[in-house]
């Protein structure tokens, strides 16, 4: 009996150690007990480790049973804590100047940029990075299992206790404890994904193949899917650039790191038989993009083995209040490094408090199965259009616990359960419904979406008040077809308006569409410089409720416009379309009169053309979610080119004028590492033949206290007419890289702008000749340029622009100077 006692009780002991976990967190403080920012603290006996943030404060766990931790900050000793149990929070650990500095390495305040034994490391880094992991084969491919998971966090017994999860409260019993930050999160999203990846690193292309997807069943996962993807970009630690959340972070391993971060080399150990180095790294500025963290670096390939690095939390970033990242890597064939895991957790939070509640965003991925050098043909990367394969989305439970490269563990399970007993909550229906609404504009009434609810109300001179409803057919992010219309009535003018548009996919693979609608409206047609035939589309020009100065140059127009449409190459589309309008005059201080005779001495007051158009649009880079006749785009910066050619056919259906018009519209977005990103747009077109003002190229102004893109802030509409125009828009936003080097700014979060805008153009004298609308045609012969500086990031949704008229400032009812302003939420 004693021995199945002591055999019960050892087993129970063994099996205590295995399940236990050390976990401390903590504040590292000088003599003085002020906070010790980017301390180094590692568990003794392992080579885990973090850095405490600007505060001096630190979370760290590990499983098994741990007794001492080392805490070590350049220019103290290096000291050993002993922990009283296992569990340990609020843990205060005090490093003093006074104690012995025995084997430490001193770096005062900053480090050095000579002789420190770190930036030697650094420089072999650099030296061998196109020499480690996939960058050293001609081709490569492997497998990819990817997990996101998103998590409510910082649950207390006030949040579990609120009105708002009553009737609700089993979703807590999922709680659990980050291990890296200590503080407790709910599930309450995951979504999984296989895929194979395929790369030639010489021919610079690359393809992955989505073999399964499955998520947590918000809905059918398409916006979340679209979310996640617009998150979580891929990314190479060896970059010089990191891009998160639409920011340029700098690598801990950029060549330009030296200017931006403090190394300290900390560490050597053996790991996975290779003996490595181990070195910190922490900003030397406050308020730029940078992290800290710790990397292991072997010593003769000089590859990364593993590194751990959180955004810092003075970084210029909204809504985000930790970032952090881990990454690690096995050896192949005794000097390959390849990955075999990435994770990444994002607190977004509005605050950035320690006690504010947010949520996680957490994403686990895991790589293998590699292969090298096996060659494809070049067809085999190319990008299909429209990607269809429910398949990938019906897997079942049997298929995902056979191949998933990890088990989930309880809570992961649990989410899938807790979350199907979830949606049959009215409560929670109603809440998500709610969340539904504010984010995409429309209330959905069965398979009927009625919106766009911010269009409701309008205003402008002609029409007064101006009330809108509206609404689509929605059967799902997928459909093939789709009908949209509205109504709107104007309280001055005491018309109805209103119009009708219809979608349908007849060929999925090369997404050939046919369109078609007719719209009845009051429209500013001045209100940009290139056209599409959108029959829906209307500027916010036309019905704006907040405007400066007077706008009655407003137009009645009746248009009708048929279109096909065809992707034979991802992102490559062409259209052909044909348009008949009517134009006349909305007001009766503006006309569009012209004279119909050479004797000028008959005028007409409206316009009816026709015109066929043919256009392409081209945009590299761009991602997209879904294959319906709709399709979502994922919100990364690309380019793209737009070139309209259109006709106007005199004679049919009793039309007015022949003209050929070719339009160019392209922009470009560029990000510049640490300094910021830029926009360049440029916008040429040119009308042959004789057109009265209803169809010239109005330079678009901007009469509303909003920045609108593609207008010029200083410019009244019509102020400048013109028949052949060429434009040239430059903005930047620094991100903060100017301001965060101001002290008292620095703590503002503000972002810096700049931007120029010129316009060149002329009008033919044959248009000058047939106008007779009793507005006089000023073209920017003399190109006309103005120049703005704004700051944005204002309690994180608000942008002010100042913006200067460079010349022609002595024209009737110049605006030399405006202010204007726009909201949006901005990482």
Same mark, same amino acid.
């Given at each position: 009996?004693?021995?199945?006692?002591?055999?019960?009780?050892?087993?129970?002991?063994?099996?205590?150690?295995?399940?236990?976990?050390?976990?401390?967190?903590?504040?590292?403080?000088?003599?003085?007990?002020?906070?010790?920012?980017?301390?180094?603290?590692?568990?003794?006996?392992?080579?885990?480790?973090?850095?405490?943030?600007?505060?001096?404060?630190?979370?760290?766990?590990?499983?098994?049973?741990?007794?001492?931790?080392?805490?070590?900050?350049?220019?103290?000793?290096?000291?050993?804590?002993?922990?009283?149990?296992?569990?340990?929070?609020?843990?205060?650990?005090?490093?003093?100047?006074?104690?012995?500095?025995?084997?430490?390495?001193?770096?005062?305040?900053?480090?050095?940029?000579?002789?420190?034994?770190?930036?030697?490391?650094?420089?072999?880094?650099?030296?061998?990075?196109?020499?480690?992991?996939?960058?050293?084969?001609?081709?490569?491919?492997?497998?990819?299992?990817?997990?996101?998971?998103?998590?409510?966090?910082?649950?207390?017994?006030?949040?579990?206790?609120?009105?708002?999860?009553?009737?609700?409260?089993?979703?807590?019993?999922?709680?659990?404890?980050?291990?890296?930050?200590?503080?407790?999160?709910?599930?309450?999203?995951?979504?999984?994904?296989?895929?194979?990846?395929?790369?030639?690193?010489?021919?610079?292309?690359?393809?992955?193949?989505?073999?399964?997807?499955?998520? %947590?069943?918000?809905?059918?996962?398409? &916006?979340?899917?679209?979310?996640?993807?617009? #998150? +979580?970009? =891929? !990314?190479?630690?060896? $970059?010089?650039?990191?891009?998160?959340?639409?920011?340029?972070?700098?690598?801990?391993?950029?060549?330009?790191?030296?200017?931006?971060?403090?190394?300290?080399?900390?560490?050597?150990?053996?790991?996975?038989?290779?003996?490595?180095?181990?070195?910190?790294?922490?900003?030397?500025?406050?308020?730029?993009?940078?992290?800290?963290?710790?990397?292991?670096?072997?010593?003769?390939?000089?590859?990364?083995?593993?590194?751990?690095?959180?955004?810092?939390?003075?970084?210029?970033?909204?809504?985000?209040?930790?970032?952090?990242?881990?990454?690690?890597?096995?050896?192949?064939?005794?000097?390959?490094?390849?990955?075999?895991?990435?994770?990444?957790?994002?607190?977004?939070?509005? %605050?950035?408090?320690?006690?504010?509640? &947010?949520?996680?965003?957490?994403?686990?991925? #895991? +790589?293998? =199965? !590699?292969?090298?050098? $096996?060659?494809?043909?070049?067809?085999?990367?190319?990008?299909?259009?429209?990607?269809?394969?429910?398949?990938?989305?019906?897997?079942?439970?049997?298929?995902?616990?056979?191949?998933?490269?990890?088990?989930?563990?309880?809570?992961?399970?649990?989410?899938?359960?807790?979350?199907?007993?979830?949606?049959?909550?009215?409560?929670?229906?109603?809440?998500?419904?709610?969340?539904?609404?504010?984010?995409?504009?429309?209330?959905?009434?069965?398979?009927?979406?009625?919106?766009?609810?911010?269009?409701?109300?309008?205003?402008?001179?002609?029409?007064?008040?101006?009330?809108?409803?509206?609404?689509?057919?929605?059967?799902?992010?997928?459909?093939?077809?789709?009908?949209?219309?509205?109504?709107?009535?104007?309280?001055?003018?005491?018309?109805?308006?209103?119009?009708?548009?219809?979608?349908?996919?007849?060929?999925?693979?090369?997404?050939?569409?046919?369109?078609?609608?007719?719209?009845?409206?009051?429209?500013?047609?001045?209100?940009?410089?290139?056209?599409?035939?959108?029959?829906?589309?209307?500027?916010?020009?036309?019905?704006?409720?907040?405007?400066?100065?007077?706008?009655?140059?407003?137009?009645?127009?009746?248009?009708?416009?048929?279109?096909?449409?065809?992707?034979?190459?991802?992102?490559?589309?062409?259209?052909?379309?044909?348009?008949?309008?009517?134009?006349?005059?909305?007001?009766?201080?503006?006309?569009?009169?012209?004279?119909?005779?050479?004797?000028?001495?008959?005028?007409?007051?409206?316009?009816?053309?026709?015109?066929?158009?043919?256009?392409?649009?081209?945009?590299?880079?761009?991602?997209?979610?879904?294959?319906?006749?709709?399709?979502?785009?994922?919100?990364?910066?690309?380019?793209?080119?737009?070139?309209?050619?259109?006709?106007?056919?005199?004679?049919?259906?009793?039309?007015?004028?022949?003209?050929?018009?070719?339009?160019?519209?392209?922009?470009?977005?560029?990000?510049?590492?640490?300094?910021?990103?830029?926009?360049?747009?440029?916008?040429?077109?040119?009308?042959?033949?004789?057109?009265?003002?209803?169809?010239?190229?109005?330079?678009?102004?901007?009469?509303?206290?909003?920045?609108?893109?593609?207008?010029?802030?200083?410019?009244?509409?019509?102020?400048?007419?013109?028949?052949?125009?060429?434009?040239?828009?430059?903005?930047?936003?620094?991100?903060?890289?100017?301001?965060?080097?101001?002290?008292?700014?620095?703590?503002?979060?503000?972002?810096?702008?700049?931007?120029?805008?010129?316009?060149?153009?002329?009008?033919?004298?044959?248009?000058?000749?047939?106008?007779?609308?009793?507005?006089?045609?000023?073209?920017?012969?003399?190109?006309?340029?103005?120049?703005?500086?704004?700051?944005?990031?204002?309690?994180?949704?608000?942008?002010?622009?100042?913006?200067?008229?460079?010349?022609?400032?002595?024209?009737?009812?110049?605006?030399?100077?405006?202010?204007?302003?726009?909201?949006?939420?901005?990482?």
């Amino acid at each position: 009996m004693k021995k199945i006692y002591f055999l019960f009780f050892t087993l129970l002991s063994v099996a205590n150690f295995i399940s236990a976990q050390t976990k401390v967190s903590g504040k590292v403080v000088d003599n003085t007990n002020q906070p010790i920012p980017y301390a180094n603290i590692v568990i003794k006996g392992t080579n885990i480790g973090v850095v405490s943030n600007e505060d001096g404060k630190f979370y760290i766990e590990a499983d098994g049973n741990y007794k001492t931790i080392l805490v070590s900050y350049v220019g103290f000793p290096t000291k050993e804590v002993t922990l009283p149990k296992l569990i340990n929070y609020n843990f205060k650990i005090t490093l003093s100047e006074g104690e012995s500095l025995k084997e430490v390495v001193i770096f005062a305040g900053k480090t050095s940029k000579k002789d420190n034994p770190a930036l030697d490391i650094l420089r072999k880094i650099w030296e061998r990075r196109r020499k480690n992991g996939l960058k050293m084969f001609k081709q490569y491919q492997y497998n990819k299992y990817e997990k996101v998971e998103f998590d409510m966090n910082t649950i207390d017994s006030a949040l579990m206790k609120s009105k708002l999860f009553k009737g609700m409260e089993f979703v807590f019993n999922n709680v659990d404890t980050s291990k890296v930050t200590g503080k407790t999160y709910l599930p309450i999203f995951i979504n999984e994904s296989l895929a194979e990846v395929y790369g030639d690193n010489v021919s610079k292309k690359s393809r992955e193949i989505l073999k399964a997807n499955k998520n %947590s069943g918000l809905g059918n996962g398409g &916006g979340v899917n679209t979310f996640i993807k617009d #998150l +979580y970009n =891929d !990314f190479d630690i060896y $970059d010089n650039y990191l891009y998160f959340f639409d920011k340029s972070f700098t690598s801990p391993l950029s060549r330009t790191g030296i200017d931006v971060y403090n190394y300290v080399l900390a560490d050597t150990a053996f790991i996975d038989n290779k003996w490595c180095y181990n070195i910190v790294f922490y900003p030397r500025r406050k308020g730029e993009l940078t992290f800290k963290g710790d990397f292991w670096v072997n010593d003769t390939t000089f590859a990364i083995k593993k590194i751990n690095m959180a955004v810092t939390k003075s970084a210029n970033i909204n809504w985000v209040k930790d970032i952090y990242v881990e990454q690690e890597f096995e050896v192949l064939n005794d000097s390959v490094f390849l990955p075999t895991r990435d994770y990444m957790m994002t607190d977004f939070a509005l %605050s950035k408090k320690e006690e504010s509640k &947010g949520i996680y965003g957490k994403r686990t991925t #895991l +790589y293998q =199965d !590699f292969k090298f050098d $096996d060659k494809k043909p070049d067809n085999f990367y190319k990008e299909e259009v429209n990607f269809i394969d429910n398949s990938v989305y019906a897997k079942d439970d049997d298929f995902w616990r056979q191949n998933r490269f990890e088990r989930l563990n309880k809570d992961e399970e649990g989410i899938y359960k807790m979350l199907d007993t979830l949606k049959t909550v009215k409560k929670f229906k109603r809440m998500y419904n709610l969340a539904s609404i504010l984010g995409t504009g429309y209330v959905a009434i069965g398979n009927f979406d009625y919106g766009p609810i911010f269009s409701t109300f309008g205003y402008n001179e002609v029409e007064g008040v101006r009330l809108r409803v509206g609404g689509r057919t929605y059967f799902g992010p997928n459909d093939i077809w789709r009908l949209q219309g509205y109504t709107a009535y104007g309280f001055d003018d005491n018309k109805f308006k209103y119009g009708l548009s219809g979608k349908w996919m007849v060929d999925k693979q090369n997404r050939v569409i046919l369109s078609g609608g007719n719209r009845r409206d009051v429209e500013q047609i001045g209100a940009s410089l290139t056209t599409t035939n959108d029959v829906l589309g209307r500027s916010y020009a036309s019905s704006g409720l907040f405007t400066t100065g007077s706008n009655g140059k407003l137009t009645n127009i009746n248009l009708s416009a048929i279109a096909v449409e065809i992707e034979p190459i991802k992102n490559l589309t062409f259209e052909l379309g044909f348009s008949y309008r009517t134009l006349e005059s909305a007001s009766s201080t503006f006309s569009l009169d012209y004279y119909t005779d050479t004797t000028l001495t008959t005028t007409k007051s409206d316009v009816k053309q026709s015109e066929i158009s043919l256009q392409l649009e081209f945009t590299p880079q761009r991602k997209t979610i879904g294959y319906g006749v709709e399709r979502r785009e994922v919100d990364n910066p690309y380019s793209r080119i737009f070139i309209n050619y259109s006709s106007g056919l005199k004679g049919l259906i009793d039309s007015d004028f022949d003209y050929q018009k070719i339009q160019l519209y392209y922009r470009q977005p560029l990000i510049i590492g640490a300094i910021g990103r830029s926009n360049f747009t440029v916008e040429l077109g040119k009308t042959f033949g004789q057109i009265p003002l209803g169809l010239m190229s109005v330079v678009p102004g901007n009469q509303t206290y909003f920045i609108i893109k593609n207008t010029f802030s200083n410019l009244n509409f019509y102020e400048f007419v013109t028949d052949q125009y060429a434009t040239l828009q430059w903005e930047h936003n620094f991100n903060g890289k100017i301001f965060s080097r101001i002290p008292y700014f620095r703590k503002l979060n503000l972002r810096e702008i700049i931007g120029i805008r010129g316009v060149y153009g002329t009008v033919s004298n044959e248009n000058k000749a047939i106008n007779a609308s009793g507005l006089n045609y000023v073209a920017p012969e003399k190109p006309y340029w103005e120049y703005s500086a704004g700051v944005g990031n204002i309690f994180k949704v608000f942008r002010i622009d100042c913006a200067w008229r460079a010349n022609y400032r002595n024209l009737p009812d110049t605006n030399n100077f405006t202010i204007k302003g726009s909201f949006g939420f901005y990482f």
